[in-house]
């Protein structure tokens, strides 16, 4: 398979297929001539995911006729990095540091995400402490060596970490950042010794001041960096094997798509892979609808997230833990994980999906998650042999899933099954399943609360002012009930809801970013201009294309700050006036963000970025076509609320544009809506699924 950029796809060829797995279910969109859209759901195959990935790209092909010479790219969102690292199943990871810093991964910022939690521990270094080697060498924080490299100290290193058993190694030097090519030295030394072992150069993968958190990337980048190239070189074989040689690019967690050798290179780029595709989709939407502030709700089988979208842009966060539970990107709650700092989209994670396990503890409380049945066994219903009641198993009982098949037929429903698990929980406190299964259903939308208001509420922004888009297998499921938790009037419901990230790899954006520390040399602003074209260049050579566009961005703080935000240079040459501008807009967002903000002669900036990207050509009006299919007769079902009521079950097709009073059930292949008591549903002109409360006062 061809590793190269996404945008040069076959020409001659006309699909275009995108994959993304799920702890479910590995979704699948082919697209083809005049917007022909294929989607298709299969099993997630854990613990080779891949073949689920081939599975459905098969399967597509098969539904749409297709050759494999007719696919002129292949797009992928993965979570291989991020299970390597939750499985603790990466490399036998070393670092070779400086001497007297061979601790920097232990102490970290000296962070506790639960303050009172005496029992809590901090996780395992995945580099750990008799795999962390010194070497003596040093460079001062003004780029002076005060201690040179020892070629024959790193060749004895050479052979001791031979001998260790070492499978992948990162370097960081102290203070490398301002004097990068040591460190290089060290690294390449190291490679010619070690051909065997995956090596990382801290300043090839976060070239920023800040040692923990230089080293920590390093560290993660190693420890899954074989786990990765095994996966994509393996997926790429079996591909070209079936005949599909196409471009294969995968999603980074910034949002933009980056060739499979890349990928290779910097594998920590896609630790955020499949989330981040699902929040571009929803970005393209807003900004195809010329809606200023969304809420991305996405909700799967193991986890529920959310994001926003902030006048038709994502924010992005420089620095975000993996590992600890769930992913965490705001300084709040950090410490529980492992600090990874390249660009992400800030996304909030919990631990509730359709397969979420549902239990009660010592004391009678109900809980959801955050463990998960996954894709095998799954939940109770799938009749795969899972033993323990799942969300998706309440979801049977209440009524609001189809009690003989999901995702288009290929699954079938026992809901027998479903009510024995239920049973089970439901005589520990002596009330009815159908009682366990609605508190269950409530207390999942409390978690998932949670999660929107750490990228609403605690960044100063008001959940009530933003319109919610809902998608995931079972994001519509509990999309409306969310938005009414948090004030928030208006639900989208997306076409291909349940694919929704494989489609947002379809609309994205190829896409490469770089950065630099600001150093004193940058005070004037010939030399700053100067620093913001070298970039520019590095990346539009990097992306070997025509037609990149190039946006610039500031991280600034106030003296004396631990934190920065990022800031968006505005277009035009750099002098006195646009730097003027540029600290008015860190002012505004500091004020919105923490409610306070200082004086111009406070603020400092920390890095210059360059974000480098190929607009797609691919629209999202493109891929939310309805298929022209028989909507079926209406059908009645008793659905659970408050108290049971017999619900009409519709299909997509069924709507219009004149509003429909809730309660309705409406299914799709690929995921199913519920529109609750006290809702009003229509499509718009894009088949959307527009859910309203209406006892909801619009926010001013």
Not at 119 to 130: E, G, I, M, V, Y
Not at 271 to 286: D, H, T
Not at 527 to 554: M, Q
Request: with cysteine; net charge negative; proline share 6%.
């Amino acid at each position: 398979m061809t590793l190269s950029n996404p945008v040069d796809s076959k020409a001659d060829a006309p699909w275009r297929v995108a994959a993304d797995i799920g702890g479910t279910f590995t979704d699948v969109i082919a697209l083809g001539p005049d917007a022909r859209i294929v989607p298709m759901k299969v099993l997630s195959t854990p613990p080779d995911f891949g073949t689920g990935v081939i599975d459905g790209v098969t399967a597509s092909m098969t539904a749409a006729g297709i050759a494999a010479g007719d696919i002129s790219a292949v797009l992928h969102a993965t979570t291989v990095a991020t299970n390597a690292i939750l499985e603790m199943e990466g490399a036998r990871t070393a670092l070779v540091t400086t001497k007297g810093f061979r601790d920097v991964l232990e102490l970290g910022r000296l962070r506790r995400p639960l303050l009172y939690d005496l029992s809590w521990k901090k996780p395992t270094p995945l580099a750990r402490r008799r795999h962390r080697y010194e070497i003596d060498q040093r460079i001062h924080a003004d780029g002076h060596i005060d201690t040179a490299i020892d070629f024959d100290e790193l060749d004895a290193l050479a052979r001791r970490l031979d001998a260790d058993g070492i499978e992948a190694l990162a370097v960081c030097l102290i203070n490398a950042h301002v004097q990068p090519e040591e460190e290089r030295a060290v690294a390449r030394r190291l490679e010619e010794l070690l051909p065997h072992v995956y090596v990382t150069t801290s300043v090839d993968i976060s070239p920023e001041p800040g040692e923990y958190e230089r080293s920590s990337t390093a560290v993660v980048n190693s420890y899954i960096g074989t786990v990765v190239h095994s996966y994509v070189t393996e997926l790429g074989r079996t591909l070209r094997e079936r005949g599909i040689d196409a471009p294969f690019s995968i999603m980074q967690s910034s949002g933009g798509l980056l060739d499979a050798a890349s990928v290779v290179e910097r594998p920590v780029q896609i630790i955020e892979s499949g989330p981040a595709a699902g929040v571009i989709a929803v970005q393209k939407l807003a900004q195809l609808l010329d809606l200023n502030n969304v809420v991305a709700f996405d909700m799967g089988g193991t986890t529920a997230k959310a994001s926003l979208i902030e006048n038709g842009q994502p924010f992005l966060a420089n620095d975000y833990e993996v590992g600890g539970g769930m992913n965490i990107t705001r300084s709040m709650g950090k410490g529980a994980g492992y600090t990874v700092r390249v660009p992400s989209i800030d996304i909030a994670e919990v631990g509730a999906g359709g397969g979420s396990i549902i239990g009660v503890d010592s004391a009678g409380a109900l809980h959801v998650g955050p463990g998960s049945a996954g894709s095998r066994p799954g939940p109770a219903c799938y009749g795969q042999g899972g033993e323990r009641p799942t969300l998706t198993d309440a979801n049977v009982v209440l009524g609001y899933l189809n009690p003989e098949s999901i995702a288009g037929g290929r699954v079938a429903i026992q809901p027998e099954l479903a009510a024995k698990v239920l049973s089970a929980v439901s005589d520990r406190v002596e009330t009815d399943p159908g009682v366990i299964a609605r508190g269950a259903y409530e207390v999942a939308i409390s978690n998932m609360t949670k999660a929107v208001k750490a990228v609403t509420s605690e960044r100063g922004r008001d959940p009530r002012e933003a319109t919610m888009v809902a998608f995931g297998g079972a994001g519509p499921l509990y999309g409306a009930a969310l938005a009414r938790e948090l004030g928030i009037k208006t639900v989208i419901v997306p076409v291909h809801t349940g694919l929704f990230s494989s489609l947002g790899l379809l609309v994205a954006d190829s896409e490469y970013q770089t950065v630099t520390p600001f150093r004193a040399e940058h005070l004037t602003l010939e030399r700053f201009a100067n620093e913001f074209e070298e970039l520019a260049a590095s990346v539009t050579e990097h992306l070997g294309s025509e037609g990149v566009s190039i946006d610039r961005i500031l991280d600034m703080r106030y003296h004396g700050q631990r934190f920065d935000l990022r800031i968006p240079l505005p277009a035009g040459d750099i002098d006195d006036a646009l730097l003027h501008e540029v600290r008015q807009r860190f002012h505004a967002e500091h004020l919105k963000t923490y409610g306070r903000s200082g004086t111009d002669d406070l603020v400092e900036i920390v890095n210059i970025r360059v974000r480098g990207f190929v607009p797609n050509k691919i629209t999202i009006d493109q891929a939310l076509a309805l298929a022209d299919t028989d909507p079926g007769r209406r059908r009645e079902r008793i659905c659970r609320f408050d108290t049971p009521v017999s619900t009409p079950v519709i299909s997509r097709a069924h709507l219009t544009r004149t509003p429909e009073a809730g309660p309705l059930v409406i299914e799709d292949m690929d995921s199913t809506t519920l529109v609750p008591p006290g809702t009003t549903a229509h499509l718009d002109e894009y088949n959307n699924i527009i859910i309203s409360w209406t006892d909801i006062e619009v926010t001013a």
